[in-house]
Each structure stands twice: as C-alpha cells, then as structure tokens.
C-alpha cells in the first residue's frame, strides 16, 4: 500500500503522478517487415508484446515502454 498526504493552501488542486517498478510485467519487441511484389521498396513497424501478470488492474493508464534495465541500478 501507498499513502500520501497532501495539504493545500489556496490555488489549484495539484497533479499527482506516481511511478514504481513491479515484478510481472514486461515486453518484448516485435517488427513487422514488408516488402512490395516488384521488391522494389520495404515497409518496417515496430510494435511490442506486452505481457501483465502483476494482479493489479491496468485499465485507464499510461504504459511507458523502455529498453532500459533498471533492475541492473546504476553504477
């Protein structure tokens, strides 16, 4: 569980974001190469393969895909 207190005083509500690391996600990459008949130009998409097994609900929220390995840390 997380909990944060916020106290206001005056001016607008603040935007809160929150950001954290969970075990059970992850992704894959994927391309997709085509070619026309006459081979004469290729078409290359990238897309991804996302896989979720946290147990948590991720409807209505922003995924952010990273080659990054942060579980490495930072030397």
Do not use: F, K, M, N
């Not at 008949?37 to 952010?64: H, I, N, P």
């Amino acid at each position: 569980d997380v909990w944060i207190d916020l106290v206001l005083r005056g001016g607008e509500a603040p935007v809160v974001e929150l950001e954290y690391l969970v075990g059970g996600a992850g992704w894959s990459p994927l391309y997709d190469l085509r070619t026309a008949r006459d081979a004469q130009s290729v078409e290359l998409a990238y897309r991804a393969r996302v896989q979720q097994r946290t147990g948590e609900d991720w409807d209505d929220c922003e995924v952010l895909l990273s080659t990054a390995r942060p579980q490495l840390g930072a030397q």
